[in-house]
């Protein structure tokens, strides 16, 4: 099938790393659409497997499949945004590799984003476990449903979920919205950019996304690589907000937004005994960054410490002056919650 001279609709974006078994399953819904007007970007990140030998299959039999093999290994942050650098669609599309979507996927997200004059346009995914069970995993649309009538910005509420959407080309590459070049936490970066640019989202049901659960997957991983990229991610989200206009609500949200995801990971790292070393240099790295907060810092400091230990917010903060590291290393070990009304 040629896509010469027809207007694309949709750029997906597939990075290709150790995927062989799972590949065919994947191209297989996406050639197969019932959106015929795709691009299909492969990114092959010098994938040891044979999983060359199954999209060449593919692409041998559909002209609209782009093969992009890199000279070296450089993650799916690095890979996805090649994509996004070359790619033609109207929107763009990212797809992970060993997960594969419903065959009306495209044509229900695209038909949805016109109608609506969307710049982003997303449905709902299910959790395909190990043992093949497939179970429906969040009710994220609902809730950004939700909460966009009570008027809350989309880049609060957008910040997973990234492959189940597409996104207006032009917003994209207009704003130079990237992945991070990270191993993790590079698709929380992009949604924070892409929904802070789009503004706009349709609500899609009735097609899905399916997402794979596997012991190879990039997110199953915990090694002390992963918790840099969460700690980095955190960085970045904040010099992010720290450069764009936005009510101050919505600045302290967003930034706790970051702070929590960087505070649930080290609930995974106390499990890691061979990391013990490193949690306290973890902790430090999260205590500097709070120094980014660009308003009052006691205001923040009372925030983070409700539901904590601490009875008093000013005991909390002499604490914090004399032993930073120290306190936010209790502080981390989250004791029963409490109100301000038992402060």
């Known amino acids: 099938m040629s896509m010469v001279g027809k207007l694309i609709k949709v750029s997906v974006i597939i990075p290709v790393y150790n995927v062989e078994e799972y590949i065919h399953q994947c191209l297989d819904s996406i050639v197969n659409q019932t959106l015929k007007e795709l691009e299909i970007i492969l990114i092959d990140d010098r994938s040891p497997d044979k999983s060359k030998l199954v999209y060449e299959k593919f692409a041998a039999k559909d002209s609209r499949i782009i093969v992009i093999h890199n000279e070296k290994n450089i993650g799916q942050g690095f890979s996805r945004n090649k994509g996004i650098d070359i790619a033609k669609g109207e929107y763009i599309a990212f797809i992970d590799p060993d997960d594969w979507v419903d065959l009306d996927f495209f044509e229900k997200l695209y038909d949805a984003a016109i109608q609506n004059n969307a710049n982003i346009a997303k449905t709902e995914r299910k959790k395909v476990h190990p043992n093949g069970r497939i179970t429906k995993e969040s009710t994220l649309n ?176 002499r604490d914090l002056k004399k032993k930073p590291i120290a306190t936010l290393l209790k502080l981390f070990i989250r004791p029963k919650q409490r109100s301000p009304q038992q402060s």
């Open 142 to 317: 609902k809730y950004i449903k939700k909460q966009t009538k009570k008027n809350v910005p989309l880049f609060l509420l957008f910040g997973y979920e990234h492959t189940t959407a597409i996104y207006k080309r032009d917003i994209i590459v207009k704003n130079n919205v990237k992945y991070a070049e990270i191993n993790n936490a590079q698709d929380n970066v992009f949604l924070l950019e892409a929904a802070y640019f789009a503004k706009s989202i349709a609500l899609v049901s009735g097609t899905f996304y399916y997402y794979r659960q596997h012991s190879l997957s990039s997110s199953a991983i915990r090694n002390q690589d992963y918790f840099d990229c969460m700690l980095k991610y955190m960085e970045i989200h904040i010099n992010f907000i720290n450069k764009h206009e936005m009510d101050k609500a919505h600045y302290d949200l967003s930034f706790l937004k970051a702070f929590n995801a960087t505070n649930r990971r080290f609930k995974l790292l106390k499990k890691n005994p061979e990391l013990n070393d490193y949690k306290r240099q973890y902790v430090t790295k999260i205590y500097n960054t709070l120094t980014l907060y660009k308003y009052d810092m006691a205001y923040l400091v009372d925030i983070i410490a409700y539901g904590f230990k601490y009875q008093r917010y000013s005991m909390f903060l």
